[in-house]
């Protein structure tokens, strides 16, 4: 007989298209017991025996024991057929009595080919029945094609190793193409692919990301953490928290312990679902393969005895799953049944088709799935694959009963909605053939969502129920980006289900709905938590909200965490006070200390703000001011922003209701300030002032509210008749609209009211009984005057906080006050005389920076004509007495350099400077040649060729020696900062005439000067002028100073030399300048660096033999590019030499910042 290949697909193609709807059900439930062929089937195997297991890699023994394999069986029967004629009916008879079901599967292929087909085989083959067996394998997909349908593989195979978890995925149905492909591979290639140790098929990348999860659990759970670290490290972009992460749309599978425990027996299935296929073992195909490799029989006992023990312990563990479920089931019923007894007062008969019964007994018979067994039911004729139509009506009888398919759940609302009726037909059918008959319907409810689509809900409870067991199960198969569209369902559920268990776990799907969600889907979340709060109350968002914001609030990405503290903000109106006040206030600041995200920190400080808007325990007040001081010292500058538009703002709101604004907590930072001034005698922590300072800034406008709501006059605040809008500028723009005086007050208008009565009462009645304003003018203002003094003037940051501050302190407060109340304190101290200034010590008040912050944050506060001439007054006042008195003019620079940043008031200071330009006094006349060194880098080319210049060339030519020396730093400043032609050619005419007059040749200070100008402007002066003015005229003073007589001058200038020309060699310059001028410059220096300083000389001998080398190169390769020359040493001893004799140096710092200067 020839070989027939079984997995031949052309008869059974013909088959399948000849019967298309037959196809296998593969849906079973594992409680239905065990399945086997029609009952009319007379060579159907004995109900004890062994159900039929299809394996593609075993052979399988006869239930009596005698081992015979299918090979061995078809050959027998083929002997027997030459020996006496036997029908082929009896020989598959035969066949299928002893379960040789790939020999018969094989003698019905052969026979379709010889054209003979067998009624018998084709019957049994067509019965999708007869291939059913009591599994919980998880659904494979990857069916095979057999005769009379697609038959799935074979569960027993459906192990770690072949187990496709890419096909539950979104990514498409690929199994058909991977079938075919499957099913076109020559068998005996198939046998050895399969069998071989060194083949195999290559891993796919959903199967390598599910892998990768179970081996990373596996690792963490049998302590391998630091495995488990550099695992995950390999595997960065894998979230090995989240299952759904891997990318498939299926639940977990167990661990890979349960894997490699059940690695040979079936793996329990989450839906309860059989897969069976046809299959064959290589080894029993008969004719040549077996020839070629026969195999080798096992332990036949053994092996039967550990396959039944394997069959029942999965049996055990699949009924303990079903006793549990049922026990759960028995008392949701018992429930109900209590419910319709107190409900019903007269509850419907029911009719049954074996009887009559209760209500009640129908509930309690009734299970969740239409098809399982109930003793008041037809026991099932079809297999028990169809649906158990309950419901028929009797012979003869005018009423029916409704098909019990559906949860006792739905008979909630049975007395206010009628039974359905049907038409019935005027028929005598046995109700035993009318349920066969409706079960060829082919419904099928015995899978989670067919019993879940057979019930309809008709009360609100019954549909909550439903959602709450559904959605579990819709989440993980809806696409991440899409999520989002489900918090409507899951709120809502979450809402009105009346089980705890079942609102937390829907609450915990919403808060995990989402890995990493975006802003938009944070802020969906955020309002369904608000609606939920809103409808269920204090209690319950209590209870089931805020434990799902604790379980989140480490959690790995910061989104969700941002999450968390956004939740506890939004949901604080609608918790209990005294959960507001401990629980979220203490989760918030483990958030705010320990949270390494910046985002998430600032929305827990907006968050604590909102706290602070609802809490109402005093006792809470100094946990508010510490988290107020911890937040404003976090290095985000976006946390330090949300401090200052939402925190500060609301946590002065709270004090200002407790009266303490102006009583602790003002107070209370002054202190700390003036704590901060006696420890910095080494320095003051400028960071930790700006801080606190910056925190008073944002409490002037709650303080001003204070005022005003405390004022004689606020009784007589009256909102009707013609009030007049507030002016734009009356209010510095606040930082938020918190910060708003509006809106701390309750309206534009009330505000406007008051501020009316706010001025009157300023201007004509005075401050009497006015406890708050006295306060701030008796005991605020003299206190901040203090610390301003005590403040180190040359500090531009402090400068510059304390000025913003009293101008946001001016604004607020209005020119009435600033006029009446602020001037007339400064004025008090600031007395424009020489008893002021102590030239001895350089301590006098007009020394300190009581003198820039008055000039720039208390003059500068309206720009009317009188405000601008007083300002102007002052700073002359100032520079004289300054100048005469020969005092530091460190607090004229501060308020120079403070005022020159606006552009608005670069007139003013050119009024200020030619007002000195002109002074009959030579010591103002150099103070102000100074001071245009400062003024020239803020103002504009324009100012500059018009006022500057000007004033410079007049003073350049003053009587005085050293009002002309003043002015060479400015005048090296504009050939650093000004770029127009004509400028720069009077500027450099005025200074080769202070360096080749000859009246200037013995001017040692004026050298001194010239020589630090052009080290400081020139490696970013323009270079023509560098190499044509600044390198030649340094040669000159290089070259003079080897016959300086006096010692003192000579070293002087040298070093003066030396800083020059470090910064210089920064520079790129041309052969020749270096040649001519640059490198003999150096040779002089070097010669009276040999007498007066040795370790300077060998730094200059390192530069002068780079620069040779340099020239040498240059001259080889002229396209080797600009190098400065400090940064080309080549060689490493010279590079070490060189490093080595500067850490030598006992220069100044200023010195050797130069050596590396590099040009901007």
Same mark, same amino acid.
């Given at each position: ?71 061995? !069986? ?131 990348? &959903? ?304 808060? %995990? ?118 937040? &404003? ?209 350089? %301590? ?42 020969? !005092? ?273």
């Amino acid at each position: 007989m020839a070989s027939v290949n079984p997995f031949n697909l052309s008869d059974s193609e013909e088959e399948a298209e000849r019967r298309p709807n037959e196809t296998v059900d593969t849906e079973r439930s594992p409680s239905d017991g065990a399945p086997g062929p029609p009952p009319g089937n007379p060579f159907s195997p004995p109900a004890d025996a062994e159900p039929p297991t299809l394996l593609l890699s075993s052979n399988r023994t006869s239930p009596s024991g005698e081992g015979i394999s299918v090979s061995a !069986a078809g050959t027998s029967a083929m002997a027997g057929s030459t020996e006496a004629r036997v029908s082929v009916d009896v020989i598959a008879a035969q066949l299928l009595r002893d379960q040789y079901i790939l020999t018969a599967l094989e003698f019905h292929t052969e026979l379709l080919e010889a054209g003979r087909e067998l009624p018998r085989l084709r019957d049994y083959f067509s019965n999708p029945g007869n291939f059913e067996r009591q599994s919980g394998t998880p659904p494979a997909k990857d069916q095979v094609l057999g005769p009379g349908g697609p038959l799935n593989r074979a569960g027993s195979i459906s192990t770690l190793d072949s187990l496709d978890f890419a096909r539950y995925s979104d990514d498409g149905n690929r199994e058909s193409d991977e079938r075919v492909a499957e099913s076109e591979v020559p068998s005996q290639e198939r046998k050895n692919f399969k069998s071989s140790p060194e083949i195999q098929e290559p891993i796919r990348p &959903l199967e390598k990301r599910a892998l990768n999860f179970l081996v990373n659990e596996y690792l963490l759970k049998n302590e391998y953490k630091l495995s488990s670290i550099t695992f995950s490290d390999e595997n960065d972009d894998q979230d090995f928290e989240l299952w759904d992460d891997v990318g498939l749309n299926i639940p977990k599978p167990p661990d890979l312990l349960q894997l490699y425990r059940n690695c040979g027996t079936p793996l329990p299935s989450p839906r309860d679902t059989v897969d069976v296929s046809v299959g064959v073992d290589f080894g029993d195909l008969p004719g040549n393969c077996i020839a070629q490799e026969p195999p080798k029989k096992p332990d036949l006992s053994q092996q039967q005895q550990t396959e039944v023990v394997q069959e029942l312990e999965y049996q055990i563990s699949l009924l303990n799953n079903e006793k549990q479920s049922l026990a759960e089931q028995i008392k949701k019923l018992q429930s109900e049944i209590q419910t319709l007894k107190r409900t019903v007062s007269s509850p419907p008969p029911a009719t049954l088709d074996l009887g009559t019964q209760s209500a009640s007994n129908l509930s309690s018979s009734s299970t969740t799935t239409a098809c399982s067994t109930d003793p008041l039911s037809v026991p099932p004729t079809d297999n028990g694959q169809y649906l158990d139509i309950r419901g028929v009506s009797e012979a003869g009888n005018d009423t029916t009963s409704v098909q019990n398919t559906s949860h006792p759940q739905s008979h909630n609302k049975l007395k206010s909605q009628p039974p359905v009726q049907f038409d019935q037909p005027n028929r005598k059918l046995s109700p035993v053939f009318q349920q066969a008959l409706l079960s060829f319907c082919r419904m099928c409810s015995d899978s989670r969502l067919g019993a879940e689509v057979s019930r309809i809900a008709d009360s609100e409870e019954s549909v909550m129920l439903m959602l709450g067991r559904c959605l579990p199960h819709i989440v993980p198969n809806v696409l991440l980006a899409k999520r989002e569209e489900l918090i409507p369902l899951i709120l809502c559920t979450a809402c009105l289900h009346p089980e705890p268990k079942e609102r937390d776990q829907l609450l915990h799907i919403l808060f %995990n709905l989402i890995k990493r969600p975006d802003d938009e889907q944070r802020q969906m979340i955020l309002t369904g938590c608000v609606a939920f709060a809103r409808h269920v109350g204090p209690t319950r968002v209590e209870a089931e909200l805020l434990p799902q914001c604790w379980e989140q609030i480490n959690h790995k990405y910061p989104e969700r965490r941002l999450l968390v503290a956004e939740s506890c903000g939004a949901l604080a109106p609608y918790l209990p006070k005294e959960i507001r006040s401990s629980l979220v206030l203490s989760m918030l600041q483990q958030m705010l200390a320990e949270d390494k995200a910046d985002m998430v920190r600032e929305a827990v400080v907006k968050s604590l703000g909102i706290i602070m808007g609802y809490i109402d325990d005093p006792d809470k007040y100094s946990q508010g001011f510490e988290l107020m001081l911890l937040s &404003l010292g976090d290095p985000s500058e976006r946390v330090v922003s949300a401090v200052h538009q939402v925190f500060i703002p609301a946590f002065a709101a709270w004090t200002t209701e407790l009266g303490t604004l102006h009583t602790a907590l003002i107070p209370s930072l002054l202190a700390r300030i003036e704590k901060l001034l006696n420890q910095g005698e080494h320095g003051l922590d400028e960071h930790k002032l700006h801080v606190f300072l910056s925190a008073l800034q944002s409490l002037i406008p709650p303080l001003f509210a204070v005022v005003l709501q405390n004022a004689p006059f606020t009784s007589r605040a009256k909102l009707h008749g013609d009030i007049p809008a507030i002016e734009v500028t009356r209010f510095p723009r606040p930082a938020s609209p918190l910060q708003d005086v509006a809106t701390i007050i309750g309206s534009r208008e009330m505000l406007s009211a008051l501020l009316l009565l706010y001025d009157h009462q300023l201007e004509h009645e005075g401050t009497t009984g006015w406890d708050s304003l006295l306060w701030v003018v008796n005991q605020l203002l003299p206190q901040l005057i203090d610390i301003v003094g005590r403040i180190n003037v040359t500090s531009s940051t402090c400068v510059h906080e304390f000025s913003r501050f009293f101008w946001r302190f001016c604004r607020t407060f209005g020119k009435i006050f600033t006029n009446t109340k602020v001037k007339p304190q400064f004025q008090e101290i600031l007395r424009l005389s020489e008893e002021n200034v102590d030239a001895s010590a350089g %301590n006098g008040i007009l020394t300190k920076a009581t003198v820039p912050i008055y000039a720039t944050g208390v003059l500068t506060c309206y720009n009317q004509e009188e405000d601008r001439k007083l300002l102007v007054g002052f700073l002359e006042d100032v520079m004289t007495t300054l100048s005469l008195s020969h !005092a530091p003019l460190d607090s004229l620079k501060a308020s120079f350099v403070e005022l020159g940043a606006n552009p608005v008031y670069h007139e003013l200071l050119l009024t200020v400077l030619w007002y000195g330009v002109v002074h009959t006094s030579a010591l103002v006349r150099c103070t102000a040649a100074r001071m245009f060194e400062l003024l020239v880098k803020g103002v504009n080319e324009t100012l500059v060729a018009q006022r500057v210049v000007p004033a410079l060339i007049t003073l350049s030519s003053d009587p005085e020696i050293s009002v002309r020396i003043s002015t060479i730093p400015a005048f090296g400043t504009i050939m650093e900062t000004v770029t127009q032609k004509e400028l720069l050619e009077r500027v450099k005419m005025q200074l080769a005439s202070f360096l080749e007059d000859p009246q200037y040749q013995d001017q040692h200070s004026l050298h001194m000067e010239i020589i630090r100008t052009f080290g400081r402007v020139g490696p970013n002066a323009e270079p023509r002028f560098r190499d044509e003015f600044v390198l030649p005229h340094l040669h000159k003073l290089a070259l003079a100073n080897n016959s300086q007589v006096t010692e003192s001058k000579r070293i002087d200038i040298a070093t003066q030399l030396f800083e020059a020309y470090s910064a210089l060699s920064c520079c790129f310059i041309s052969e020749e300048v270096m040649v001519n001028h640059f490198l003999p410059g150096l040779r002089c220096l070097r010669a009276d660096m040999e007498q007066l300083s040795p370790e300077h000389e060998v730094i200059l001998s390192s530069m002068i033999k780079e620069c040779e080398i340099k020239v040498e190169n240059r001259g080889m390769s002229d396209a080797q590019g600009s190098m400065s020359i400090a940064s080309s040493l080549v060689g490493e001893d010279a590079k070490t030499k060189f490093l080595s004799k500067m850490g030598q140096l006992t220069t100044s710092g200023a010195m050797l910042a130069n050596v590396f200067q590099r040009k901007k």
